[in-house]
């Protein structure tokens, strides 16, 4: 007996052709972007009905077909760019640097930062006329560059000076895709820090695949490098101190080692005698003493020192690298202000609490050092993994190297011949910290 053909419906015809019409549009940015193939090719299609522009978590792109469909018969092109745009929010980690951020603003200063970036661009598959207000905005944001990162951190920042009729109309002109499916900070689960990683390995792919690719490219997509760079300050802070970790043993079951055929094998041919049981014990990394020295000279704020202990500490936790053991938290300008030794959560709090801002002197590093050292002749220390030392980099740097791992953070650009050969350096984005 002959099969009976299958009749498509309406849904499914609407399903395929959306499906057609977002490879049409991955292929035209293709011509354009062809750096960008792994990007553009990361995110796997979702019909879903309550859309009414592309939308993504980092792993889906949500679409409604009859929303895809009309605007590709009445502006392809306007696709092209809000296809591009969702993309650009995942290859610069929009969707999960935020932080505590309001998250009406912080979606606006994505939208500017990824429409800057692709107007700046200028390629045929997303050249579009610049407006008014739009070309007024990057006037502005262009005139601040010299003292904030023009970053989606940075135009955060600048959008807190706005009326809220301002930043009304700034939505309204940089909005292209939605950011329901954001992950919130509070509901971050393990499918939204899988996302988060996948992204950043793209993003060094596509950094390879530009620097492969040399001056075959136009200079407008340097923007793209600039971008993913500005976003890496709290991403590489985070395996910044996780340097400053020591190996040593827990008691925990490490499932990695454990081969659980062998151990089934024994209990089913030798009664209640496993062939191998699990380690008791697994090799872990964790902070056992850590030393912060705060640069209190007139040049660093009090707001950006406490914001920089909180994210630090934020940090530490989050990793699960900060063991019992001691942090010294040293105020220092020319001389030191200030030593206060956590031991546990209460005492972090307590801190917060009541932390003030000792010094408003000259810059001088030697004396954190000379007091450091006077702590381990003393045996107050005994297992000290590192120090961090959190500056603007004007001051006077010792001579000898320490006996321990030593890094200064800058909030600035400093003097690179007068950082010593030994000191390990780290420049942060300012405007990390001043949220």
């Not at 400053?244 to 827990?250: H, P, R, S, T, Y």
Request: aromatic share 12%.
């Amino acid at each position: 007996m002959k099969k009976k053909q299958h009749i498509q419906t309406q849904t499914e015809w609407e399903e395929e052709m959306s499906c057609k019409i977002l490879q049409f549009v991955h292929d035209e940015l293709y011509i354009d972007f062809r750096f960008l193939e792994i990007t553009l090719s990361a995110l796997e299609p979702k019909w879903d009905k309550r859309m009414t522009t592309l939308a993504t978590d980092g792993s889906m792109l949500f679409f409604s077909a009859e929303q895809l469909m009309r605007v590709f018969r009445n502006n392809p092109k306007y696709l092209n760019r809000v296809y591009l745009h969702t993309v650009m929010h995942c290859i610069f980690s929009h969707l999960w640097i935020a932080g505590k951020r309001e998250a009406f603003r912080w979606g606006i200063a994505c939208d500017i930062a990824v429409e800057y970036t692709i107007d700046h661009m200028e390629k045929d598959s997303t050249k579009r006329i610049i407006g008014w207000l739009r070309q007024k905005t990057y006037e502005e944001l262009e005139a601040w560059q010299k003292n904030m990162s023009l970053s989606a951190a940075g135009i955060y920042q600048w959008l807190s000076q706005k009326s809220v009729e301002e930043i009304q109309a700034l939505h309204q002109e940089f909005f292209a895709d939605d950011h329901v499916f954001w992950p919130k900070e509070e509901e971050k689960q393990a499918q939204a820090i899988q996302a988060q990683q996948k992204w950043s390995r793209i993003a060094r792919q596509t950094q390879l695949e530009q620097k492969r690719r040399g001056k075959e490219e136009g200079e407008g997509e340097e923007l793209i490098s600039v971008q993913m760079n500005a976003q890496k300050s709290r991403r590489s802070y985070r395996d910044f101190l996780k340097k400053f970790a020591l190996w040593q043993e827990e008691m925990h079951s490490d499932p990695d080692e454990f081969d659980l055929g062998f151990y089934l094998y024994g209990l089913q041919h030798y009664g209640n005698m496993p062939l191998l049981e699990p380690q008791e014990s697994r090799e872990v990394k964790k902070i056992r003493e850590f030393v912060v020295v705060l640069d209190t000279s007139y040049s660093t704020s009090g707001k950006l020192i406490e914001s920089f202990l909180r994210e630090t500490f934020d940090l530490l936790c989050q990793e699960d690298i900060l063991a019992k053991g001691k942090l010294h938290i040293i105020q220092c300008d020319e001389k030191v202000q200030s030593d206060i030794c956590i031991e546990n959560k209460q005492q972090l709090e307590q801190l917060f609490q009541n932390f003030t801002v000792q010094g408003g002197g000259n810059t001088d590093f030697r004396p954190a050092f000379a007091y450091v050292n006077q702590l381990l002749e003393e045996k107050k220390l005994t297992q000290l993994c590192g120090l961090l030392y959190f500056t603007d980099g004007k001051g006077i740097y010792p001579k000898k190297k320490p006996s321990y791992k030593t890094a200064f953070l800058f909030l600035e650009d400093f003097e690179e011949d007068k950082v010593p050969p030994w000191a390990i350096r780290m420049k942060l984005d300012k405007t990390e910290f001043e949220e």
